[in-house]
């Protein structure tokens, strides 16, 4: 099925370790942000690109990093894990038909 | 940069009983969608609202876009258990291709 697929589902990090969290699209969409995600806040933006090798910042961009070499894939990395980072995180594509959300990753750093 | 103010932040309602959600915008809103999370699940796309005065429907939810296009409700009729979870709004802060800008959310629960 044509979407956003994001991996992992789960996963749990000790303070101070990276990881990358996957995001891949088939929809050929330019457009593909990521946001977090955490109870009573809504949805944040971290990062978004608006097409393979542009990226920019969004409302909480600070401990994360992103690039985009492909249309398809917009991964999102964490440079040295913080519990302060513990969140929901879900990527989504978008074109001028409408945004099409992922569904999830849930990240606990202990 | 647009705030999108949701309200109420919380909603309990008696099953049956009819109920709507709010999201106010301090600034014009070029495209509005709405969104329903179950808990601990991702988003579910309801609606996509971008005329002023422009109204949507789907089974017992209706979406609408004031004429000014700086706020919209959603409206449940008759709501079941099936109803409950995190109603989000999404706002597209101007024309083209942008992030969205989403609200803090309304957590709805359906009491039998």
């Known amino acids: 099925n044509a979407g956003v697929t994001q991996t992992p589902k789960f996963q749990v990090l000790k303070t101070g370790q990276s990881m990358t969290l996957q995001c891949a699209q088939d929809?050929?969409?330019?457009?593909m942000s990521w946001y977090r995600q955490d109870p009573g806040m809504g949805l944040r933006l971290i990062h978004y690109?608006?097409?393979?090798?542009?990226?920019d910042q969004g409302e909480v961009p600070n401990g994360y990093n992103v690039s985009r070499s492909t249309t398809e894939d917009f991964p999102l990395r964490l440079l040295s894990a913080a519990p302060s980072q513990t969140s929901v995180y879900f990527c989504?594509?978008?074109?001028?038909?409408?945004?099409?959300f992922g569904s999830g990753t849930r990240l606990t750093v202990v | 940069s647009q705030e999108l103010e949701q309200s109420p932040q919380s909603l309990i309602v008696q099953e049956g009983k009819n109920l709507t959600i709010n999201c106010t915008s301090s600034?014009?809103?070029?495209?509005l969608y709405w969104y329903k999370q179950k808990y601990g699940e991702g988003l579910i796309f309801l609606m996509m609202?971008?005329?002023?005065?422009e109204e949507k429907s789907h089974e017992k939810i209706t979406a609408k876009l004031d004429e000014k296009k700086q706020q919209s409700s959603l409206h449940i009729t008759a709501s079941q258990p099936s109803h409950a979870g995190i109603y989000l709004c999404?706002?597209?802060?101007?024309?083209?291709?942008?992030?969205?800008?989403f609200g803090k959310g309304t957590r709805l629960s359906v009491i039998a």
């Open positions: 609202l971008q005329k002023g005065g």
């Open positions: 999404g706002a597209l802060p101007s024309t083209g291709n942008t992030p969205l800008v």
């Open positions: 690109s608006v097409g393979a090798g542009i990226t």
């Open positions: 600034k014009t809103l070029y495209g």
């Open positions: 929809m050929n969409h330019e457009y």
């Open positions: 989504a594509s978008s074109s001028r038909l409408g945004y099409t």
